[in-house]
């Protein structure tokens, strides 16, 4: 495993809701990280419980995460070490209420 891939295991294994994001939770700078940050707080998750992880900051970790996810885009969140997908599918998961499940919030 390459010391990217390490990065990201760890951060995957040691976050308990994590998201692989372009911008921050509070200044998103992608549509898409957008919505998957305001799905998680519309799940009623605090805010602070998220660990978000800026791309745009690091491209080892940008690249990396689409081999480590084997997922072609961004965002990716993690809840408890395992893999959930995108912003159109965490949508999809909150509308049939099954992300909410995951967290263990109530929407």
């Known amino acids: 495993m390459s010391d990217t891939q390490q990065r990201i295991d760890d951060l995957v294994k040691h976050n308990d809701i994590l998201l692989f994001m ?4 509070s200044f ?19 805010p602070k419980a998220i660990t978000t992880v800026n791309v745009l900051e690091d491209a080892e970790i ?9 997922w072609p885009t961004i ?8 893999f959930i997908g995108g912003s159109d599918i965490m949508m999809e998961m909150y509308e049939s209420g099954e992300l909410q499940s995951m967290l263990g919030t109530q929407a």
């Open 22 to 25: 372009k911008g921050t939770a």
């Open 28 to 46: 998103p700078q992608c549509g898409f990280s957008g919505r998957a940050i305001q799905v998680l707080k519309a799940c009623g998750v605090d």
């Open 62 to 70: 940008r690249n990396g995460i689409k081999d480590y996810s084997n």
């Open 75 to 82: 965002p990716q969140l993690y809840v408890k070490g395992e």
